[in-house]
C-alpha cells in the first residue's frame, strides 16, 4: 500500500536487510571466516595456528600492517608503544569528574573519545604520519586508561605504566598492582590474556567493526571512531555477552544449578530469555575461537586454588544444548564468550571489566579496518536508505482542530 517509487533510484533498486544479514558494506583484506566450516583467518593465517604460536602484538602488527613483521619491525614496533603508554597528565583529571560506580565501559569510550582532544597533533586520516600517531597512542594509551577505569570503580590510585614490561604484564599491572606494594605478574595469566587478546583482534565486519567504519567514513579521527566502537561493544548481545554468560550462569547456580529447566525457559522464551554465549550471525558452526578459549578455561581455572563450580555448569548446559534439537536445528553453538567470562573471573576481573578486555583485544581489528577504509578509494560516506512506512502526504492542522 506504500509508494515505493522512490526507491528505484539512480543507483538501483533499494532492499530492505535489516541487520545487514546479506548485505557486504565494503571489501576487506583483513579478516576471512567461513561460518559454515568454522573457518577464521587474519591476513590468510588461521586463528588457531596465531593463537599457539604468536602474540597479541605481533598479531596487531599483522592486521594493521598487512604482514607478520621481521624481528627488526617488531622491536621497533613494541619500542614504538612502550614509549607512549603514558596518558596526559590533565586526563586524570577528567576522570576524577566520573561518578565511582560509572561502568569501566563508559570510562573507557569517554577515555578514548577525550585523546581527540589532547592529541591534536594526529588526528588528519589522510596525513599518514597522523594515522601513524593515532595508531600508535591508542594501542599503548587504551590498556592504561582501562586499569585507569577499573582503580577508579575500586576507589584506588591509577598506576603509571612500568613501561620494562611487555604489553599484556603491564597492563596487568596496572590493573591488579598497588603503588606501594611490588607486584609480580604471573606470566602463566598473562600468557592467557595475551591469547585472549589474539582470539579477539578482528572479526570483520560485527557491530562495532562496522560502527567504526561508519564513523570513520565521514572522515572523523580514529579516536573518534575506535569510541564509537567502544559504544557499540557495550551491548549485551555484543561485547556484553562475557558479562552476562556469567550472571546467567550465576542465576542458574543460584537457583538450585537446574540446567534443564533454564533451557526449557530459553525455548519458550519465557521473558525473552536466551541462551548467553551462544549463537552468531556468521558461524552456523561451533565457533574456532570458542574451541580454543574452551580449552584455555579449563587450564587457568584448574590453576586457581578453588575450583570454579561455574565452568562444570558451563560445561553441561553446553552439552544439553548441544543435544537439544531447538538449538541443533537453529545452528546455535557456544561462541568466544562463553567461556571467557568464566576465564576472566579466575584472573580476577570484576564482571563489569569483561567487556572492557574484549575492548582491548578487539582494538588493532578496528584500527586495521579504519586504516583500510580510509585508504580505499571506493570508499563512501556510509548513509543506508530506508524503506518509509509512516503517513502519506497531509495537510498542517492547527492545534485547536487536533
Ligand atoms: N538463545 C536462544 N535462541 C537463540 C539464541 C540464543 N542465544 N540466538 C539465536 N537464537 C534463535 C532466535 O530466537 C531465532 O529463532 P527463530 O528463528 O525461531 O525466531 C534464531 O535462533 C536465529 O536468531 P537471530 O536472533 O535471528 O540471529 P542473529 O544472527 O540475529 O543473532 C546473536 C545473533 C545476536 C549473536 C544471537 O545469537 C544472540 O542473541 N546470542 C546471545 C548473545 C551473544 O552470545 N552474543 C555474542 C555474539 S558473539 C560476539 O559478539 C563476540
Redesign the pocket.
Known sequence: GYDISGLLNKTGHVTLDT?F?NTAACESAITYIDGDSGILRYRGYPIEQLARQSTFIEVSYLLIYGELPTQAELDAFTDRLRIHTLVHEEMRRFFDGFPRDAHPMAVLSSGVSALSTFYQDSLDPFDEEHVQASTIRLLAKVPTIAAYAYKKSIGMPPMYPDNSLEYVENFLRMTFGMPTTPYDVDPYIAKALDQLFVLHAD?EQ??STSTVRMVGSSHANLFASVSAGVNALFG????G?NS??LQMLSRIAADGGDITSFVNR?KN?DDNV????????VYKHYDPRAAIVKETARQVIDRMPQPDHLLELAMQLEEIALADE??VS?K?YP????YTGLIYKAMGFPTPMFTVL?ALGRLPGWIAQWREMIADPATKIGRPRQVYIGEQERDYRPIDQR
Open positions: 541487520g544479514v572479526h560485527n557491530c549485551p548481545l555484543h561485547g555477552a552476562a554468560v530459553v522464551r536466551r541462551l548467553m554465549g551462544f549463537g552468531h550471525r531447538y538449538f537453529r546455535l561462541n568466544v564468550d562463553f574484549f
